[in-house]
């Protein structure tokens, strides 16, 4: 069982920048494909982005494509979503995700879930 937790979220203006963090722990993390969700009130959780097993390879919605990036750190078992220029409409919450297998990308069905972290952006 792959326990996440999100940290880093908050308040911030629009042009700003946030990194988020997702620790994990309970597996093996240098075996799991990573990803990153949001969810704005009232809308379906949407993909944000994934990044596999050896860091190599990332893939971005194009809603957030050269604004985010996605990076891991396999020794403390972590990830990260560095986001720039932040505009409003990202407000939401974040989820980080893992799942299982070495398949890339990964856009749906991940196993593991955290709890999120909140991210407001003011204009």
């Known amino acids: 069982q792959v326990q996440l937790v999100e940290s880093g979220g908050g308040l911030v203006q629009a042009g700003d920048s946030l990194r988020l963090s997702c620790a994990a722990s309970?597996?093996?993390?240098?075996?799991?494909?990573m990803g990153w969700f949001r969810q704005s009130p009232g809308k379906e959780r949407e993909f944000v982005g994934t990044?596999?097993?050896?860091?190599?390879?990332?893939y971005y919605a194009d809603s957030v494509m050269g604004r985010f990036t996605i990076s891991r750190d396999n020794a403390k078992n972590s990830m990260y979503l560095q986001m720039n220029n932040l505009k409003p409409e990202y407000t939401a919450f974040y989820y980080c995700?893992?799942?299982?297998?070495?398949?890339?990308?990964?856009?749906?069905?991940?196993?593991?879930w955290g709890q999120g972290t909140q991210v407001t952006v003011t204009s």
């Open positions: 995700a893992a799942h299982p297998s070495r398949a890339f990308p990964l856009l749906r069905g991940y196993a593991y």
């Open positions: 309970g597996g093996t993390f240098a075996l799991l494909t």
């Open positions: 990044i596999g097993w050896s860091s190599i390879s990332t």
